[in-house]
T-cell receptor
């Protein structure tokens, strides 16, 4: 059973555009929601993370929006660049910190 | 950030043999490490939680006798794929953390296993 559902599976964005990736979860015990970026053949690297006590967190060009009542969260990449082309995973964890359940991933392609 | 290193980065083995993958936290002590498996173009699936000094906790559907995990020290966890078969070919990734709230989990660079 997929604990975290992610969409879209792939995304093509023009350079300078906004990339938006969405995730949803069911387990209300989850209380930590990170986003990871993964390049081919490499391990995931943390981009940004949020806890349910805030509705939005921004770090540079990356913003997480969190809707606790809807059990949804999304990643927004502003001014998308070709170097952002990678696979992005949302994840969630609960009382066992750092034991993550990952979404299915979104392959982002930013065209020059 | 902290560094987690996996070794080897890639390995090819014959069907029926065993392969050991190491995961080291280079600049911090990790009481807990996690092992994930990732098939091509798919997500990371948690396999097991590796606890220093005690038995690993396996996720449902993961064969503990096939995927042996040893966490002998605070900086090293090993995953041994026993009697490997072609269907075990995958990308194996470990992660480690300080085990506290609001702390980042650091991922290794992954190990590409190909069983021929």
């Amino acid at each position: 059973q997929q604990q975290v559902k992610q969409s879209p599976q792939s995304l093509i964005v023009q350079k300078g555009g906004i990339s938006i990736i969405n995730c949803a979860y069911e387990n209300t015990a989850f209380d930590y929601f990170p986003w990871y970026q993964q390049f081919p053949g490499k391990g995931p690297a943390l981009l940004i993370a949020i806890r349910p006590d805030v509705s939005e967190k921004k770090e540079g060009r990356f913003t997480i929006s969190f809707n606790k009542s809807a059990k949804q969260f999304s990643l927004h990449i502003m001014d998308s660049q070709p170097g952002d082309s990678a696979t992005y995973f949302c994840a969630a964890s609960g009382d066992n910190f750092n034991k993550f359940y990952f979404g299915s991933g979104t392959k982002l392609n930013v065209k020059p | 950030g902290a560094v987690v290193s996996q070794h080897p980065s890639w390995v090819i083995c014959k069907s029926g043999t065993s392969v050991k993958i190491e995961c080291r936290s280079l600049d911090f002590q990790a009481t807990t490490m996690f092992w994930y498996r990732q098939f091509p173009k798919q997500s990371l699936m948690l396999m097991a939680t590796s606890n220093e000094g005690s038995k690993a906790t396996y996720e449902q559907g993961v064969e503990k006798d096939k995927f042996l995990i040893n966490h002998a020290s605070l900086t090293l966890s090993t995953l041994t794929v026993t009697s490997a078969h072609p269907e075990d070919s995958s990308f194996y990734i470990c992660s480690a953390s300080l085990g506290q709230a609001d702390t980042e989990a650091f991922f290794g660079q992954g190990t590409r296993l190909t069983v021929v």
